[in-house]
């Protein structure tokens, strides 16, 4: 993911529970009412609002996840699974809503509102960046206030601001991003299931194939864009922003070029106007393959 230029949301106007969030700032008891003195919350100005005992670290289920989705004993929907009950932090920063002139002539923040950071993503969609610890929102954003929120509601922000991406820990040691339909299964708190290993989907592709006569078998893979890296190189399958999705086309032998390409769009017509899919189903890649004769 591209990271090096955090972009500021042109949206002025936060989602309301980081807006509740922000308000507990600075008081003197949290949205419960309940006294902050004595509360094991570690750190100068640490903002972990709703969060009782939070010390900003990393939630241990979402840190055994990644572990094991780098170990390959795992996958992304266990990630997915992980954060459907997590903390985490979002970033952000405040914007000059109304400029006002000192009585020596320099301009002075008369209103200041706060933004969600945003970030731009290598095929140019939006994403939110979402963080595991206080401290790697703040390496990654020096500027940028942590604000803690369940990741559930984190995803519901992304929707809101027209991210189709949520990138986890953007700038650490191994960054996880979570796609279209996860962030949207992640918003509405529903299990999620990659499309690459989602027995429904393949079935689709399946019904969508019937009346080919030269079409031997479609096989379901990974998309190129599944896998990653972290920062040492390790490859690690998963946590890619896409393609998401491979379908591999095997025709029979002799089938002409042709052919082969018009079957090929035919199926991917039916495929891109069959909502369960679109919705199911990031970004697409299609690979065409000749059976041995």
Known sequence: MSTE?????????????????LAQAGSKTDSAGQDWEGRDLSGEGNPLHNFDKDDGKADANVVAALAALRAGTAGEGEVHQSLSQARVFVAVVAQLGEEAMTEHGFASDKEADMALVKIKAPDGRMALPIFTTVERLQTWHKEARPVAVYAPRAALSAVSEECQLLVLDPGSDFTFVLRRPGVWNLAKQIEWIPSYQNQQIANLVQDATEGFSQLQTVKVAPGRGVGSRSKDGQVVLGGGSGPELNLQFVFAPGTSENDAREATRAIHGRLSQNTEFAEAVDSLELSLHSAPS
Do not use: C, F, N, T
């Open 5 to 21: 230029q955090p972009e500021s949301a042109p949206k002025r106007h936060l989602p309301g529970h980081i807006v509740a969030a």
